[in-house]
């Protein structure tokens, strides 16, 4: 019955994914000028803190609601609906004239990108177990694909114009509306609700989580390291184009194609290293190793004078992504079969919460060291990473002991 479904819907799907992590990056670029000409601020590492944390906290709201309704009311409403919304709410950025108007858009689109919840349900109905585990794949595929399209967008568009990167997504998104709409069945069409049945609020709950954490002891260390991998992740985005303006004058045309650059080099990093790599070292290593190369990457773009050095630095950089796959894996081995589920769940919303918290710690780190030197703001990711040391040990040595029980 899956399969009947039109072939089509799997590149609906794929698109409303990329525009998602497209939207995510347009605004990397362009955000540090964008914000001085409604501010008339120097320093708004600040600003870009909030903004960023606004983003991540509407997501990780809106994600369980999306996803809840739309078990309620079936996938297409859902879907048409966050893209009609993220169609509108580019527009009415692009026209923003406000900082408080900037911050309200922004937090639209947090709350329409949240559809990716539902956009993996979607998959998940349509998909025999056959193909899911590929299919996700390219769904991942195409989110770090978003990731690599929206900086280079958005700086080649915002050179000309601030807001042009704006009214490029809404028109891709309004483009992307009109292909679901025609083209995109329901992918529970016998889906019915018994009149009356109330929705269970609790499972809108995006803080539940921590109960379930806090009353299984053993999983408090793998969700630390995944809340920690992610609080480092969070940097980027967040002073990426604040030190490359402060440090190498970078435009924003320059700043997309270092993003771009880097997104390009994780991902072939990410696609092909993690196999081989976990075979010849295990997981530990691999983390560590992981660990280590983004350590001695930060430390060269700490102290970088010139351009060309971030680029030459790239792979070493993108060797930093090998960690994550491997922490993945070992995070498998954690519970048992019948609650992975659960466990990733837990594991996703740690994600989201670093997201939430830590864009605001980074600028306000940021702000501190931009007049003296704004390279030094890499130094206290590398602190960040040290603190993930011992309790990626710890994790192992605790992970075999429990394999070995069950043996």
Known sequence: MKESLPVAALPV?????LLDAAGIGLIFPILPALLRDVTHADNVAPYIGIMTALYALMQFIFAPVLGALSDRLGRRPVLLLSLGGAAVNYLFLAFAPSLWML?????????TSANVSVATAYIADISPEATRARRFGLLNAMFGAGFIIGPVLGGALGDDGLRLPFMAAAVLNGCNLLLAFFTLPESRPTLRRPTGEKVDLAALNP?????????????LPITVIF??????????????????????AWNGLWIGLSLGAFGVCQALAQAFLPGPAVKLLGERATILAGVACACVALTVMAFATRSWMIFAIMPVFALGGIGAPALQSLATRQVAGDRQGQFQGVLASAVSLASVLCPL????????????????????????????????LGLSLASSNSASSRG
């Open 227 to 248: 809340f920690t991998f992610s609080a480092a992740g969070e940097v980027y985005g967040v002073c990426w184009a604040l030190w490359g303006h402060d440090a190498f």
């Open 103 to 111: 911050l309200l858009g922004r937090a639209i689109a947090g709350l």
């Open 361 to 392: 710690v980074f600028s306000s780190i940021y702000f501190g060291v931009r007049a003296y030197w704004p390279g030094a703001v890499w130094l206290s990711v590398i602190v960040v990473y040290a603190a993930l040391v011992p309790l990626v």
């Open 207 to 219: 803080l539940r989580f921590l109960r379930w954490v806090f009353s299984e002891k053993s999983l």
């Open 13 to 17: 799907i794929f698109a409303t994914v």
